[in-house]
Nanobody, 124 residues
Framework: QLQLVQSGGGLVQPGGSLTLSCAAS????????VGWFRQAPGKEREGVVC???????????SVKDSVKGRFTVSRDNAKNTVYLQMNSLKPEDTAVYYC??????????????WGQGTQVTVSS
């Protein structure tokens, strides 16, 4: 099992920004697709965005209207890290956010390796 370590969550006011990080220390993350998922209280975990090894990004259709233009996924292979930049945050973005490394982008990953999750709370 590949180990991913997440950081960067916290409490932010509506309209604010956060950047989440997903880092690997014992393997090269650059050959993997990395997806970001979130689970809001009382809801199922849902896919949000994904980035593959060549930098191509995807947004899950069901959240596209909600996050497009606000959420950006990127990767820094030199730092072995994938980032989720979240701008103009809304209370409905409140959730535990997870990253997952897999061979390809999969909105229902069966074999991916997950980060530990990080809480994002958007509240005034």
């Amino acid at each position: 099992q590949l180990q991913l370590v997440q950081s960067g969550g916290g409490l932010v006011q509506p309209g604010g920004s956060l950047t989440l990080s997903c880092a690997a220390s014992e393997f090269s993350l650059d050959v993997y697709a990395v997806g970001w998922f979130r689970q809001a209280p009382g809801k199922e975990r849902e896919g949000v965005v994904c980035i593959i090894s060549d930098g191509t990004t995807y947004v899950k259709d069901s959240v596209k209207d909600s996050v497009k233009g606000r959420f950006t996924v990127s990767r820094d292979n030199a730092k072995n890290t994938v980032y989720l930049q979240m701008n103009s945050l809304k209370p409905e973005d409140t959730a535990v956010y997870y990253c997952v490394a897999d061979l390809y982008c999969d909105w229902s990953p069966q074999f991916g390796s997950w980060g530990q999750g990080t809480q994002v709370t958007v509240s005034s």
